[in-house]
């Protein structure tokens, strides 16, 4: 039987631009540790008007979050789903010139390198494994010398038992939160595409694409930050 075709993801993000951003503290419970602890590894011995990349922007969560901690920093975001990033156009205008956007895929070339910080949330598990590590190796040459990548991610659990505990949890602290049945529908939806990887095995992607003090900063069940550092010269 032939595989069903995989729905164009500019098409499908573009889909729920409206309620996105409302539904983001109940479909990520630890929301605030979660984008928090990405922030405090990017402004890590970091400060100043350093350059960064986002990968899978969206709406801007991220940066906006990144923009709190990094007060000077210009970023560059890459999506492929046009109506979100307008969005994010939205959330950070008070940046002014120092925000650039870009529809792309993230399989596409990145941008021109030398950032310091290059991050992505909840983005990089949209594409197969293959495509992780190749994006993983193409992040690191776009880093500068001590530069960070961050992937704050949904992960897939080790084992197909842990796997199934981490959605039973997801399940019941997202109810908890007062989601509904159309909010969990519609996530479920959104979510049908979703190729996550393993901890485990992505940490072994960084290091693979030749990062060091590679580490899982932050976990909550389904929830993870990854990060490595480009070596200084
Ligand atoms: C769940 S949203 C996360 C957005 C934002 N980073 C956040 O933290 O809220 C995933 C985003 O990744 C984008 N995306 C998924 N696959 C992509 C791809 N192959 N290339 C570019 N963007 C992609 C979607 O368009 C969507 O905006």
Redesign the pocket.
């Known amino acids: 039987m032939p595989a069903a075709p995989v729905p164009d993801?500019?098409a499908?993000?573009?889909r729920w631009v409206d309620t996105?951003d409302a539904e983001?503290r109940i479909l990520l419970p630890s929301f605030d540790l979660f984008?928090g602890t990405t922030a405090e590894a990017a402004a890590l011995g970091r400060s100043g008007p350093v350059r960064v990349l986002?990968?899978?922007?969206?709406?801007?969560?991220?940066s906006g979050t990144l923009a709190a901690a990094l007060p000077e920093a210009s970023f560059v975001l890459?999506?492929?789903?046009p109506a979100?990033l307008e969005k994010a156009q939205e959330r950070l205008a008070p940046l002014e010139d120092r925000v650039r956007t870009l529809v792309?895929?993230?399989?596409d070339p990145l941008p021109e390198g030398g950032f310091d910080v290059i991050a992505?949330?909840?983005?990089i598990h949209?594409?197969a494994d293959d495509e992780k590590a190749d994006l993983y190796r193409r992040a690191s040459e776009a880093l500068r010398p001590g530069g960070v990548l961050l992937n704050?991610e949904q992960v897939a659990g080790p084992t197909a038992a842990l796997d199934v505990a981490y959605r039973e949890r997801w399940d019941a602290h997202t109810r908890a939160l007062g989601a509904t049945d159309a909010t969990l529908a519609a996530a479920a939806e959104?979510m049908s595409i979703d190729r996550p990887a393993s901890v485990e095995d992505q940490l072994a992607m960084f290091r693979a694409a030749g990062l060091v003090q590679v580490d899982c900063l932050f976990k909550h069940w389904r929830f993870a930050v990854l990060a490595g550092w480009k070596p200084p010269v």
């Open positions: 993801a500019q499908w993000f573009d996105y983001r984008y986002d990968l899978g922007a969206g709406t801007g969560l991220l890459v999506d492929e789903a979100m792309a895929d993230l399989r992505s949330a909840l983005a949209h594409l704050a959104r």
